[in-house]
């Protein structure tokens, strides 16, 4: 029973964190997307290759092989280019489709199980943990770089400033 609760859990985490980025990636513009701030920190066309290659890589055959797999160039991931709003958008969904899709086939027996990342040996459980730590750093900053392009016309994705009260007094009705 806790196996389960863990993997449901699991899955609503990562779900709103995917939903965050979503709501970013609509709101901004192809050359936003592909904006990077001063001193080379990564755009979010560089943050979404990264997590997209991330996830192809360690949920592709997750239980049967090395979540490294030999196709990923990760080094790749954070050259800069040239892509769309929609190949960004398709890069997103397609990392998160093999993520939300793997773990949402394992079942509670599955999390004891031994699984390689880079020759090193995780337990399921770690193995997803590291995902709910990876997943939420990236995606906290492809918000923090949509909250500085838009600026004063960006939208509160959670509780806006000033909003808390209000937001507790919903929550107890």
């Excluded at 609760?5 to 899955?11: G, Q, W």
């Excluded at 489709?97 to 079942?107: A, M």
């Excluded at 390689?116 to 900053?141: F, T």
């Excluded at 949509?146 to 806006?160: D, N, Q, V």
Aim: charged letters at 25%; glycine letters at 8%.
């Amino acid at each position: 029973m806790l196996g389960k609760i863990y993997l449901d859990s699991a899955m609503e985490r990562l779900s709103y964190y995917k939903s965050l980025g979503d709501k970013t990636i609509a709101r901004l513009s192809d050359e936003q997307l592909l904006w990077q701030p001063e001193g080379e920190p990564n755009s979010i066309y560089l943050i979404v290759k990264h997590l997209s290659g991330n996830m192809r890589s360690r949920w592709t055959d997750f239980l049967t092989s090395d979540g490294e797999k030999e196709w990923r160039n990760r080094d790749e991931e954070f050259v800069n280019g040239v892509a769309s709003k929609e190949e960004i958008i398709q890069l997103w969904n397609d990392g998160w489709k093999v993520i939300l899709d793997s773990i949402g086939s394992l079942t509670p027996d599955d999390l004891e199980k031994k699984v390689m990342i880079r020759s090193e040996p995780h337990v399921v459980v770690d193995a997803i943990n590291r995902q709910l730590m990876h997943v939420p750093y990236h995606v906290g900053q492809i918000v923090y770089l949509g909250k500085i392009m838009k600026g004063e016309k960006w939208l509160s994705l959670s509780i806006p400033k000033g909003g808390s009260q209000a937001f507790n007094d919903s929550m107890m009705k």
